[in-house]
């Protein structure tokens, strides 16, 4: 279904950039709510302005934030944001000066905001094309860019009026929290995690918002409700994504029918897909070979080194159909990116700086890339 798949694809659907896109999701929500409401457990907001369906995640995972954000300072800058344009409606104008004299007087930090270091200046900048791109401020004059040369850089804004529709509402002051769990678990306060509503929100936000959902041993509470639900998970999983539940012993994903895509999937067109495609053959094939062992749980349990080794022999093997970018680029900085890349599809999982695991879902991507890149997979 289209409309739920642009809820689930985009923050938010703004009717100023989409509006035949925010009518059809619009009038489609009297059908959409219910399950929204009672299987995911989501508000689904709608307003003159944007639709939002507010995405929880039934478990904070790695791969989770801002893509475009490095630091924990530019989260911290983009709260600062917010908290300015909370005094700004829709169409006020304000200028680069003012934001940046409020942010520096009121960062909380440890380490304070001091615009004559280059790397906090583009920090801000990132928040500041992040903000535009979702629509909580526009540029009226000047360049967010050029502020990472000059601390004497103006720009003139306009605020939308949506920025106080970003962040969600907390059931208690976020001040008393001590740990990200504190924040994983608000909205269900003193309920039993295990039980009920709780367990289902769960389990389907885990379904439909991550790679895979993994089994944590056999009484997993969250796999326990698979193997019980599963003919309505699946029903629910076609209706809504044209995709097919596949539930194994260890995990269980939806698997996305013919040509059918999304922003971010596993195989996609970036050669770093087939990359990390190739190295899950090719720890299939040192399974066969008695060369690496599966566990109880159907992971393996990886050195650092071995999984380099890996991809070394991956790049010895199918080098021609990788890109220059790939077939030139340092050891140490492959290695790197194809580890994150992996780790966000949790095709593997660091356990520490040394030790990785390969997750059950490696033995759902098998493919080769040939010389023209095109990605052969079988799931």
């Known amino acids: 279904m289209r409309e739920f798949e642009a809820l689930l694809e985009n923050f938010w659907i703004l009717k100023e950039r989409e509006p035949e896109l925010f009518q059809k999701i619009k009038d489609a929500s009297s059908v959409l709510k219910p399950f929204i409401e009672n299987k995911l457990g989501y508000r689904l907001l709608i307003n003159p302005y944007l639709i939002k369906m507010e995405k929880l995640p039934g478990r904070a995972e790695a791969w989770m934030g801002i893509q475009q954000f ?6 911290g800058l983009l709260c600062l944001l917010l908290v ?16 940046t004299e409020f942010m520096q007087s009121t960062y909380p930090g440890e380490e304070k905001v001091e615009w004559t270091l280059y790397r906090h200046r583009v920090s801000l900048v990132k928040v500041l094309n992040f903000a535009e791109e979702m629509g909580l401020i526009k540029v009226n004059d000047g360049e967010n860019s050029d502020f990472t040369m000059s601390t004497e850089t103006e720009v003139l804004y306009e605020s939308t009026g949506i920025s106080r529709y970003f962040a969600r509402s907390f059931s208690r002051n976020i001040l008393s929290y001590q740990r990200w769990n504190d924040l994983e678990n608000d909205e269900w306060l003193d309920l039993d995690p295990d039980r009920g509503a709780v367990r289902r929100h769960r389990v389907y936000r885990r379904l439909f918002l991550s790679p895979a959902l993994l089994s944590e041993g056999p009484d997993d509470p969250d796999f326990l409700y698979l193997k019980n639900f599963r003919s309505m998970i699946q029903k629910d999983g076609e209706d809504l994504l044209e995709s097919s539940l596949h539930l194994h012993k260890t995990c269980a994903l939806f698997m996305l029918q013919g040509e059918k895509n999304f922003r971010e999937t596993l195989p996609d067109q970036k050669v770093i897909s087939g990359i990390a495609i ?11 070979d008695r060369k690496l062992t599966i566990s109880d749980d159907d992971t393996i349990l990886l050195s650092r080194d071995q999984l380099e080794r890996v991809i070394d022999l991956c790049r010895e093997r199918y080098v021609e159909g ?8 340092p050891s140490a900085k492959l290695y790197q990116e194809i580890i994150s890349y992996m780790t966000g599809f949790l095709l593997l999982e660091r356990l520490n700086d040394q030790s990785l695991r390969s997750c059950p879902r490696r033995a759902r991507s098998v493919g080769i890339i040939r010389k023209t890149s095109e990605v052969i997979s079988d799931g």
Do not use: N, P
């Open 278 to 288: 190739q190295v899950c053959t090719t720890i299939r094939e040192l399974i066969a």
């Open 322 to 329: 990788w890109s220059k970018e790939h077939r030139e680029m």
């Open 84 to 99: 300015f344009l909370e005094d700004y409606g829709q169409q006020d104008q304000f200028v680069l000066s003012q934001l």
């Open 70 to 75: 490095d630091t924990a300072m530019e989260y």
